[in-house]
């Protein structure tokens, strides 16, 4: 069996054996994660591990979302065809894949300028024309649009509130928050009166560069 046919058992098998049974059950979601070639995506060195169950190592100590935590923030956003995505670290490049072939533009931001290099060749490489990846410190970002959703690839102690002004009313933000290790990933609503937050599930991620907790001090 052939290299290609391998990557292909092993997508099927991350699709029905780890996100599916995460309670990932939207048909679009599911299609996407069956047919975007994440092996593609991740370094080299660990190509062997793309649909395993794992966080993997990226340049500078950054590290990829586990496919089924992506999974779960695809579904939550339930993006439609004609919405504008902000994403908040690009990574690899592999979510920012899906959400552009469920959505009508994605704008990734990334701090590392080797990671948004590699990450646009592996888009161009799946003729995937509606992702744009900037290479910029989000703290830095000076961004006039408003997106109708955000997907934040790290965690925060709180939800920055730039990241609001950049969301259209009844727009959706998913993001993870809190303390380590005991974070919960949410879905923010853009409401005209006040943020609706929903729980989503707890998990444990790295904190976005700029966004973690103020050091304690102890005596």
């Known amino acids: 069996m052939n290299a290609v046919l391998d990557f292909a058992k092993a997508r099927e098998l991350m699709v029905e054996q780890q996100v599916r049974p995460w309670d ?15 092996e ?15 966080e993997l190592p990226l340049a500078h100590g950054e590290r990829s979302l586990k496919p089924v935590l992506e999974g779960r923030a695809l579904q939550a956003l339930a993006l439609d065809p004609d919405e504008d995505v902000l994403e908040i670290g690009t990574g690899c490049g592999y979510l920012t894949a899906c959400i552009g072939r469920l959505s009508r ?14 990450a646009r060749a592996a888009l161009a490489a799946q003729r995937i024309a509606n992702a744009r990846v900037e ?30 002004d950049w969301l259209k009313p ?18 923010l609503r853009n409401q005209p009166s006040a943020p609706r937050i929903e729980s989503l599930f707890e998990t444990d991620l790295p904190y976005l560069t700029g966004a973690a907790p103020a050091p304690e001090f102890r005596l």
Not at 40 to 54: K, N, Q, S, T, W
Not at 137 to 160: E, K, T
């Open 135 to 164: 290479s910029v410190d989000v703290f830095a970002w000076d961004g006039a649009r408003r997106f109708d959703a955000i997907c934040v690839g790290a965690a925060v102690a709180a939800i920055p509130t730039r990241f609001l």
């Open 105 to 118: 533009e994605v704008i990734s931001l990334e701090q590392h300028a080797d990671l948004a290099e590699a």
């Open 170 to 187: 009844g727009g959706r933000l998913f993001i993870v928050r809190g303390q380590a290790p005991a974070m919960e990933a949410v879905l």
């Open 40 to 54: 593609l995506f991740i370094p080299p060195a660990y190509r062997d591990l793309a649909y395993a169950d794992l």
């Open 24 to 38: 990932v059950l939207d048909i679009r979601v599911l299609e996407v994660l069956a047919t975007v070639p994440r």
